[in-house]
């Protein structure tokens, strides 16, 4: 396997680009070996719809489109990032507005932080920001070619 892995794309900023990028994530990591029937891809779908409906829910307009970017490093840290142009950090709501939206973040610090990782928010050099994650990588990737060819 190779030390390093990427893939990377960029949905408009449009509900159904959600769907785009949970598809893109899951199907990603099932060609370097994260079968989509583990809890692990589950979190991390769960995760993806999350970074990616705030990206297009909470950016106003002002991020006509956001990237995702998968990576992989020696087997070992996976690395999630949600990339938008809006200017603004997320914010924790007080909890009384937090009844009907604006658990995204927490949800996604959690389930992170369930599967061994880490959430960051980094700005960006065009002035947005990255919401990323970074999990520990615990299965053996593999193509899926080669899967393929050790089924009977």
């Not at 690395?79 to 709501?93: K, N």
């Amino acid at each position: 396997m190779a030390d390093h892995l990427e893939a990377s794309v960029t949905l408009p900023s449009d509900p159904a680009s959600v769907f785009a990028a949970r598809a893109y994530v899951v199907g990603t990591l099932a060609e370097w070996g994260l079968p989509a029937d583990t809890e692990v891809s589950e979190s991390i779908r769960l995760i993806i719809s999350e970074l990616a409906t705030n990206a297009v829910q909470h950016t106003f307009g002002q991020s006509p489109t956001f990237t995702v970017d998968v990576e992989l490093d020696r087997d070992e840290h996976l690395r999630i990032g949600v990339t938008d142009s809006h200017p603004r950090f997320p914010r924790r709501l007080p909890a009384a507005v937090q009844q009907d939206n604006g658990r995204g973040l927490v949800i996604i610090r959690w389930l992170t932080a369930e599967c061994g990782g880490r959430l960051r928010i980094c700005p960006t050099r065009e002035g947005g920001k990255t919401i990323s994650i970074e999990l520990p990588w615990t299965v053996p990737a593999r193509p899926v070619t080669a899967a393929r060819q050790q089924e009977p």
